[in-house]
């Protein structure tokens, strides 16, 4: 099997603690366990179970120092922490493989995990410290028989109140311990050191000092940029789990047996947790276990998980060395995606915003503020021109009836008193008044006449139109009339001559009646024709040529000017 990359997933390291004196490590044709290959494979045989070889991101053999299992397993943790991540370093394997000697010892020269851990994080603090400002805190305590105990508590055994809490800012934390502001390695050891003499630990049949609980140490780091005021929070979590441990070699009894169940059942619930995570399962059973639920972020997508599986080189071991190798293997199937690190909100930088944000509402209050008011003002401005206008318009009204009584009384005294007599008497007030109601009649008068000089001026216009017409039809009745007189004209000129040839035929000598065929016919006609009237004096009404026939005369409608 191939470990995979170091950014993919949760990184498994595996260590082989030295042999004690007796025991046997050599194989024996059945049973045998070595480390091969370039130093990341362990090579297992079982009688029970298939020859095989297994393979992690190192092994480390029992001649790697701590410094070395220290720049492979805590630095990228430390590093995590500082990047706003959950970094976790767990140690797991059977009891008596070295697991708190790797985690927490403290003799010099042969410094854990924790000591060189929280050593190179004040260090990286010291030479960013100009851009950024850190702020440390520190928690300790155990899970023991599933119960959290807060190890910095002076009061022994202390769990009242103590409570797993999840929150979107905080992610899976524990509510209710003991957290100390630290700020160099040195006041973290102190607090170490004391809270370590509180852990349980027990002397047991395969352990001179076994842990009965499960140890947390856990450093929260914040990390406040000095620029941009943007604040990141990190965790550093080293985890030593308590050795698995089967009861019919260690023969635990009482209490002792009582913690291995509990031990047992909760790593088998962190054995389940982890082949969960390895398939990917929609559902991870976090909440069967507090130190599962503890673990939850470690392992997680916000997590930089670094695991050191134990094992120990003696083949009576084989069974939980094959066990805890197993653990590691499913373990490095599991993908933590780091979606993206944790970023406390800037309340520094909010806090301005906020601050500007208020600083505008306030000016655009003032600015409403004296709009409102200015409108206040001009509205009762405006009102009170509303009450001078209308106090005004009942003074004129008042006025108007005081002069109209006084006008009307001014008329019945000249109609009582006369004229004359009225005016002699007027005062210079009533004398105008009555000038201002001449002038009112006067102008009365003067409308009404230009009213009739208009309707004047239309009606003469009309009857200049109507005389138009009839001349029209005058004119034209005159000549009808012309026409006729000329037919007269011709016939008198007729008469005229017949009677001169009368007045000859009565004058030459009569002819016999037998001498002429139209003798009768003259004579007929010569008495018939009666003698000619004396002309009568010229009219001055008729027509031309002397004629003695009156022209008709057309009766004209009298024109009255109004």
């Known amino acids: 099997m191939t470990a995979q990359p170091a950014g993919d997933g949760i990184l498994v390291f595996a260590r082989m603690r030295p042999p004690f004196p007796g025991e046997v490590t050599e194989g024996d044709g059945m049973r045998e366990i070595r ?27 029992s001649e790697d120092g701590q410094e070395d299992v220290f720049w492979h397993t805590g630095e990228p943790v430390v590093q995590a922490a500082l990047n706003g991540k959950n970094g976790t370093f767990l140690v797991y394997g059977q009891t008596g493989t070295g697991k708190t000697y790797t985690a927490f010892n403290q003799q010099p020269g042969k410094e854990g995990i924790m000591h060189r851990s929280i050593h190179l994080l004040f260090s990286e603090i010291q030479k960013s410290s100009q851009d950024f400002e850190y702020k440390v805190t520190m928690q300790y305590f155990q899970l023991y028989n ?299 008068i003067r409308s009404e006449a230009e009213k009739a000089e208009r309707r004047w001026k239309e009606e003469k216009e009309a009857l200049v139109n109507e005389n138009r017409r009839l001349g029209a039809e005058l004119s034209a009745s005159s000549t009808e009339m012309d026409t006729t007189t000329g037919e007269l004209i011709t016939a008198r000129s007729d008469i005229e001559i017949l009677h001169q040839e009368l007045a000859y035929l009565r004058s030459s000598p009569s002819p016999s009646p037998t001498s002429s065929p139209y003798s009768h016919v003259f004579e007929s006609v010569r008495n018939s024709i009666p003698p000619s009237p004396a002309p009568a004096a010229p009219s001055p009404c008729a027509p031309p040529c002397g004629m003695g026939i009156a022209p008709k005369r057309w009766p004209l409608k009298e024109v009255t000017n109004h």
């Open 35 to 61: 480390l091969v290959g370039n130093g990341k494979g362990v090579h297992i045989k079982d009688r029970f179970v298939d020859e095989r070889e297994v393979t992690f991101h190192k092994v480390f053999s």
């Open 146 to 444: 599933d119960a959290i105990q807060d190890l910095l508590a002076v009061q022994e055994g202390r769990s009242q109140g103590i409570t797993i809490k999840e929150s979107t800012e905080k992610g899976v934390h524990v509510s209710g311990l003991e957290t100390r502001i630290v700020g160099s390695p040195s006041e973290v050891l102190q607090l170490f050191e004391e809270g370590s003499e509180r852990r349980v630990i027990r002397l047991t049949n395969m352990n001179a000092k076994s842990s009965r609980s499960h140890a947390l140490f856990v450093l929260m780091v914040q990390k406040t940029c000095r620029r941009t005021h943007s604040v990141m929070s990190g965790k550093l979590s080293i985890v030593d789990l308590a050795g698995s441990e089967r009861i019919k070699r260690t023969k635990a009894q009482g209490m002792q047996r009582h913690e291995a169940q509990a031990i047992n059942l909760s790593l088998t619930c962190l054995g389940n947790v982890i082949h969960a995570l390895a398939d990917r399962d929609r559902h991870v059973p976090y909440r069967n276990s507090r130190l599962t639920r503890l673990l939850q972020d470690s392992l997680g997508e916000y997590g930089r998980a670094v695991i050191l599986v134990t094992l120990s080189p003696t083949l009576i071991d084989i069974t939980e060395t094959m066990s805890s190798v197993q653990f590691g293997q499913r373990a490095l199937k599991i993908k933590q995606q780091m979606k993206s690190q944790r970023v406390a909100v800037n309340h520094h930088q909010m806090c301005k915003d906020l601050q500007a944000q208020v600083l505008e509402q306030k000016v655009l209050e003032q600015e409403y503020l004296q709009k409102i008011s200015r409108l206040t003002d001009e509205n009762l401005q405006l009102k009170h021109t509303i009450e001078d206008d209308e106090a005004l318009i009942d003074d004129i009204e008042e006025h108007i009836k005081t002069c109209t009584k006084k006008i009307n009384h001014l008329r019945g005294k000249l109609k009582e008193k006369g004229d004359s007599e009225g005016e002699g008497r007027m005062s210079m007030e009533e004398k105008t008044a009555l000038e201002l109601v001449h002038a009112a009649e006067v102008q009365k």
